[in-house]
């Protein structure tokens, strides 16, 4: 049975624009659209009428409409509503548990701020084990056109970025657009060099020629999965955060990874996809990876 795409929606203008982009998204890929808004009981001593069940009515109601406009553009798509009781964070992590991806709405203020990552987000993202999708409040369709590419970043290995990649291949590939796969670098600290790695280098030529080949071995599995997907190969010198951000305006979707790091207080994000969740004025899909 095909996963469905989930959108966590709360009726704010950032979830609903979530919802728009959800949508289209699973049009695109053939999939099912599950809506999910978490509820809390509130017991108002002045109104005795408003129990559980009327509570669990109202909302139910007020979500019902921006379904429909959902349905209304995309007469095709199959969209199911669940209003969950529960702690929104908690909720939505779960639901996520059983999508292709989980799409939520953050507010932005600008290319420069970009999202406004409250606790929820930054809970659900850290624990989900299935991407999650940042939808700034004020996204259009129109974003996701003109040649604009899917850009993914890529770091380590052809397995630490595995999961990364195979997500920007079957976006581009749903929209028939270009893959642009990123790598940054940065000079080592001289107690980092070894025998070992520097044959490594010697071999292949320097520090970029060897960055560059790493690039390709890693994207040669998906070239040879998605052939017909065009891919663009940038390797730059700079922090990851600040390479993948350079080329964020021409993103139609902003794609990075994410190793969930476990601390005493919880898990957190990685400090690259923070800074594109903040930074970046494109949606941001968080892949987790192990």
Known sequence: MARPITVGVDGTEESLAALAWAGREAV???????VVHAWRFHAYETAPAADRDTQHQWVSDGLTEAVRTVTERHPVLVVSLDVVEGHAAQTLAGAAADAEMLVLGSRGHGAVVGFLLGSVGQ?????????VVLVRAGDRPSAEAGGREVVVGQQGGPEDSAAA???????????RATVRAVRAWTLPPVFAYSP???KLLDDAGGLEPFEKTALAEALRPWRER???VPVAE???MGSASQVLLSVAERAQLMVVGRRAHHTAVGARIGSV???MLHHAACPVAVVPHD
Not at 165 to 175: G, M, S, Y
């Open 123 to 131: 809970h659900v993202i850290a624990e989900a084990t299935r991407p």
């Open 273 to 275: 996809a923070h800074g």
């Open 234 to 236: 940038q390797v730059e």
């Open 226 to 228: 998605f052939p017909d």
């Open 165 to 175: 990649l195979r997500f920007a291949f079957e976006t581009a590939a749903a929209r």
């Open 28 to 34: 695109r890929r053939g999939l099912p659209l599950r």
């Open 196 to 198: 070992a790695s520097l």
